[in-house]
């Protein structure tokens, strides 16, 4: 869908401009249980992306979590396809365990109307279809920031993973402040960033509301840290932080990129 936009729209060229975007030499793969990964388009955060991407285990299954920026569909949106498409290539969604999830969290929706104009997602396939090439996804929208759903959500995607008996990763897929100065853009996302590194979901939540941050994937962060924290996270590591200036050169309208790995 956002082939040609966030990225290239030919196979030939994607796997170049994704390997290009590769940390080179690759770094040692780390353990991990989710990640905090950005979605513009890759001239502005593919580097960011790729930095994380690098450094995660092979997972038979990623739970990508994503925001709805058009608030269309459900709360909770879990994607009703059967197979997920890009340049590239078909994604699978694992079916079994899209059940199983329904299963724990009944407020989870099947409902493509929340993901027919998101690219949130969608982004992050070309990465797990190039480094990961027997992955399935499973993958939501959510459109909520109420701390009670995304703590009932993190449980029911660990109760998920537990159940599978798999290897699993959560990623969350979201770019931090939006459009104000570099300066308070770096304010800004340094306070989320404190939030996250915390393992603190409910505190990220508080802190962006309070703070009036303009971060677009708080509740898939707030829902991946919930998980994370149930499957027995320690810590969580800021591998890059960067903004949309770095290549715009638009010190007055800037977006943040963070790349976490979680622990």
Not at 61 to 74: A, M
Not at 112 to 134: D, G, K, M, R, T
Not at 180 to 201: G, H, Q, W, Y
Request: proline share 5%; net charge neutral; aromatic share 6%.
């Amino acid at each position: 869908m956002v082939a040609g936009m966030f990225y290239e729209d030919s196979a030939r060229e994607l796997l170049r401009q994704v390997k290009a975007l590769w940390p080179q030499p690759k770094p040692k793969p780390q353990e991990a249980l989710g990640a905090v990964i950005p979605h513009a388009g890759y001239v502005y955060s593919g580097k960011t992306a790729a930095r994380v991407y690098a450094v995660l285990p092979a997972a038979d299954v990623y739970f990508l979590l994503g925001p709805n920026h058009t608030g269309r569909g459900s709360a909770l949106a879990l994607s009703a396809a059967t197979v997920w498409k890009t340049p590239l290539g078909d994604v699978d969604v694992d079916q079994e365990l899209s059940e199983r999830l329904i299963g724990f969290y009944a407020e989870v929706r099947r409902d493509e109307a929340a993901h027919s104009h998101e690219h949130s997602l969608e982004v992050q396939l070309p990465f797990i279809q190039i480094y990961s090439h027997q992955a399935v996804i499973v993958p939501l929208v959510l459109c909520t920031q109420q701390q009670e759903k995304l703590q009932a959500l993190g449980r029911a995607l660990a109760q998920t993973i537990r159940a599978s008996g798999k290897k699993c990763l959560v990623i969350a897929s979201s770019d931090m402040n939006h459009f104000e100065s570099l300066s308070r853009t770096e304010e800004l996302d340094r306070l989320a960033l404190e939030k996250i590194s915390a393992l603190d979901p409910a505190g990220l939540l508080h802190t962006v509301r309070q703070n009036h941050i303009s971060m677009c994937g708080a509740g898939p962060v707030a829902a991946m840290l919930y998980a994370a924290l149930e499957l027995g996270a320690r810590r969580a590591k800021v591998l890059e932080y960067t903004t949309s200036a770095a290549v715009s050169q638009d010190t007055q309208k800037v977006v943040g990129y963070a790349g976490v790995i979680v622990q």
